[in-house]
């Protein structure tokens, strides 16, 4: 009973955990131009992502070591290096984000302006970071952030028609008023959401916090291979809900407000205040994650004692790491930066800087002196071949698309 | 003194210090885009303020049906000022074409009616008005129908006007 009861508890954080600021915006902007015509993006996204947290947990079972602590020892400091600037740059860039969506979010229910909202929100981080013991920091924002089934609930109660958003999702196609660049270009957008390196830091480095031995590798299975795609139904839940709602009206999606709104639509003010209260959560969350991920990726590249299961006069520069990454996000956001274009920044180059997360794993987890028995099988190595070169096709176009399509306009 | 192409050495210091100055000299005046960027943009700016007036004629209209929350209903209406404010302003500090003067003069004419429009319906959320709310829906509709117009008229160059 104990162990369905954490299997559940893992599945369920896992949906709750999987939509962050990136996914809200960038699932909303394009259900209300593109409608499910990209739902293959997420999709293969969210296999993408399934293919790797399960190898970067399972070289965290087997080894009883982060991803990226072997990756330093594995690949040479150089590489580690390349590593660590393109990862964490990402990766801090998403915890900006992430801040700022949880300054917005609450943005909607206070009448204040969300630059005077950040310090506090900063300020609750860090306190998460600093006090909070790692399974009620994932297990209370998970659940909580499972409030965003809201959406799909929402999606039921427009009542859309479903034959053509069906359709949209099966013929690979743009709608007939857009243009090729755009479409792609949010692809990109919506492939770099889904396959956000810090879910794989994060997962990894959680896993050696929580104890992961090989027993645990079929509970991890499961949260992988349940969970995410579940959450990565979600995101259709709201590209659904924006397009039923923003499509036939011409509304493009340009603030957190709005993604909220085809809810209220729906289900009126409930279904909003239960809406924002996800949101807060799942921003909140991916906050926690993010801001952990880059004290992780720095701590393990260096060295140094690290984790939230160790007091923090043990892992004093890790927590150091922690602080000053927060004062610094603190510090871009107090410049007025809009924290929606800071997250479609983020997403782009998230999937710019791809290679760099996912390429080590896949080395690692193809490791007989790491993984012993566990090492990758036939089925993981062809799936995280294929997906590098997805990847790879996905980073090389990021950037060029970014500057052609004048982010997507 | 001077080298093969003719020039004296003084030519070509004058130049080379002259050069710097260009970019300089042209950046005191506005970039002209072609009639084609200009409707570009200008189609890009209209369909901004669209996207913002409907965006806030669906949250009144939410609100007149009590489905929103009062300071979410302000943020969307400060969002949606705010976003309309940035685009029209973006098109209006652009220089326009000569052939496109007249549409730029009703375009951005009509831009600033709809930010008006926005900012009258920002007053009248915050200061709770709501029995202003069905008016402000109304005006909201008929602007939006005249952007979507405006819209799809910069799809195609200014017609020729006929002489006698």
């Known amino acids: 009973m104990k162990r369905i009861f954490a299997v559940a508890l893992g599945i369920l954080t896992a949906i709750g955990g999987f939509v962050d600021i990136g996914d809200l915006v960038t699932n909303a902007q394009v259900g209300a131009r593109f409608g499910w015509s990209l739902s293959w993006a997420v999709i293969v996204g969210v296999i993408g992502i399934c293919v790797f947290a399960e190898m970067s947990g399972r070289v965290a079972a087997v080894s009883g070591r982060a991803t990226f602590d072997l990756v330093r020892e594995r690949l040479g400091p150089r590489v580690g290096l390349l590593n660590l600037f393109g990862s964490m740059g990402v990766t801090l860039l998403t915890f900006i984000a992430e801040i700022g969506g949880v300054a917005l979010a609450l943005h909607l229910v206070v009448s204040v302006h969300q630059v005077l909202i950040v310090p506090f929100v900063a300020f609750v981080v860090w306190l998460i970071l600093w006090r909070a013991r790692f399974s009620v920091m994932e297990n209370v924002l998970g659940l909580v952030g499972l409030a965003l089934i809201v959406f799909a609930i929402a999606l039921w109660q427009l009542g859309p028609d479903w034959s053509r958003l069906t359709d949209q999702m099966l013929t690979l196609d743009k709608p007939g008023d857009e243009s090729w660049g755009p479409w792609i270009y949010y692809a990109v957008a919506l492939f770099g959401a889904a396959m956000t390196p810090y879910e794989v830091f994060f997962f990894s480095s959680g896993g050696v916090e929580e104890r992961w031995g090989p027993r645990d590798l079929r509970t991890m299975r499961l949260n992988v291979f349940i969970g995410f795609p579940l959450g990565g139904l979600l995101s259709l839940a709201i590209a659904g809900a924006s397009a039923t709602v923003f499509g036939p009206l011409d509304i493009t999606v340009d603030s957190l407000g709005q993604v909220a709104l085809p809810v209220a639509v729906a289900l009126g003010k409930i279904g909003l205040a239960v809406a924002i209260v996800g949101f807060v959560a799942a921003t909140l969350g991916a906050a926690c994650e993010t801001g952990l991920s880059v004290g992780y990726s720095v701590a393990q590249y260096f060295g140094w004692q690290w984790g939230k299961y160790v007091r923090p006069d043990v892992a004093a520069r890790f927590h150091l790491t922690l602080a000053a990454v927060t004062v610094l996000a603190t510090g871009v956001l107090l410049t007025s930066v809009d924290p929606i274009l800071v997250t479609e920044m983020s997403v782009v180059f998230s999937a710019a800087a791809l290679p760099l997360t996912y390429f080590p794993i896949l080395v690692v987890a193809n490791d007989p002196d790491y993984m012993g028995e566990h090492v990758n099988g036939r089925l993981a190595n062809a799936l995280g071949t294929v997906y590098l070169f997805v990847i790879g096709a996905a980073a090389v176009a990021a950037i060029p698309l970014l500057i052609w399509t004048r982010m997507g306009a | ?164």
């Not at chain 2, 007036?53 to 009144?60: C, P, S, Y």
């Not at chain 2, 069905?134 to 195609?156: C, F, I, M």
């Open chain 2, 1 to 164: 003194m001077t080298n093969r192409s003719g020039l004296s050495r003084r030519s070509v210091l004058l130049i080379l210090l002259g050069l710097p100055a260009v970019p300089a000299v042209a950046a005191c005046s506005p970039s002209t885009p072609d009639s084609d960027s200009w409707r570009l943009h200008a189609r890009r700016a209209v369909a901004d303020v669209l996207s913002n007036v409907q965006t806030a004629r669906l949250a009144l209209e939410q609100s007149r049906e009590d489905h929103v929350l009062d300071a979410y209903l302000q943020t969307v209406a400060i969002d949606a000022e705010e976003a309309a404010g940035k685009a029209a302003q973006t098109l209006e500090s652009e220089q326009p074409p000569r052939a496109e003067r007249e549409r730029y003069d009703a375009v951005t004419g009509k831009l600033d009616d709809a930010t008006g429009l926005l900012g009258e319906v920002r007053i009248a959320v915050v200061e709770g008005r709501s029995e202003l709310f069905r008016g402000l829906v109304e005006d909201l509709q008929a602007t939006a129908g005249q952007l979507d117009t405006l819209e799809k008229g910069l799809g195609h160059p200014p017609r020729p006007k006929v002489g006698r």
